[in-house]
């Protein structure tokens, strides 16, 4: 029976696609013989915030997500980053194959401010493998097995891939997800003082608030 394993060389931004999409380059090796003829692979993505330091700027960003620095030790945890999925090809051996993971600049979403956060340096990541081997037996008949649960590797994303990403499909420009009620509010307070757009409107909220709108 094939036993899978993986390795993940490098990721890079997918242009022009419908939304932002990675495409990581997964290096599959096979430790037994015989060919596998397709794996309907699936693989979910974690990110391990405890791998890498903060500098001060990024630890205020951080503050939404796990409170103050002090209390790190007891809120720093593993999080959910996305699902992939991918049909490998036949091999025998070993192969590679472009693993695409969807990404998504949804501000409601713990991973996307994580992200958004981090200056510099490199995001750790942790992915945990299964699906299903179609693989010729010993007696030349297909046979069916799943990827052994305990599958997995890590990566050390660059953050720059990830920003460059959010550069090219959304240029100097960020997403917030408003509840209906709240969106209404805010284009009635938009259209009653005329203001040209919502950016506007947004910071001459800031501004009657007293807080000093960032450059």
Not at 38 to 67: M, N
Not at 82 to 96: C, D, K, N
Not at 108 to 137: C, D, Q, R
Not at 172 to 181: E, G, I
Request: overall charge negative; proline content about 7%.
């Amino acid at each position: 029976m094939p036993d899978l394993n993986f390795i993940v060389e490098k990721a890079s931004a997918v242009p022009y696609a419908a939304s932002p999409l990675l495409n990581f380059t997964l290096k599959i090796q096979d430790t037994e013989t015989g060919p596998v003829h397709a794996v309907a692979l699936r693989c979910q993505i974690r990110i391990e915030p405890t791998r890498r330091k903060y500098d001060p700027p990024e630890q205020s960003q951080l503050v939404d997500l796990f409170g103050e620095p002090a209390r790190w030790g007891q809120t720093l945890h593993a999080m959910l980053w996305t699902h992939a999925a991918v049909v490998v090809p036949s091999f025998e051996g070993s192969t590679t194959i472009e693993l695409p993971v969807p990404c998504t600049y949804d501000f409601n979403l713990a991973a996307t401010k994580y992200f958004h956060a981090l200056e510099n340096g490199e995001v750790p990541l942790n992915l945990l493998f299964s699906g299903t081997i179609f693989h010729e037996g010993e007696d030349g008949r297909l046979q069916v097995a799943q990827i052994s649960w305990e599958k997995e590797c890590t990566f050390r994303l660059p953050v720059k891939v990830w920003k460059d990403m959010m550069e090219m499909y959304y240029p100097n420009s960020a997403w917030l997800c408003l509840r209906k009620d709240a969106f209404d509010a805010l284009y009635q307070y938009k259209s009653s003082l005329a203001l040209p757009t919502w950016e506007a409107a947004i910071e001459k909220l800031i501004e009657n608030s007293g807080e000093k709108v960032g450059t």
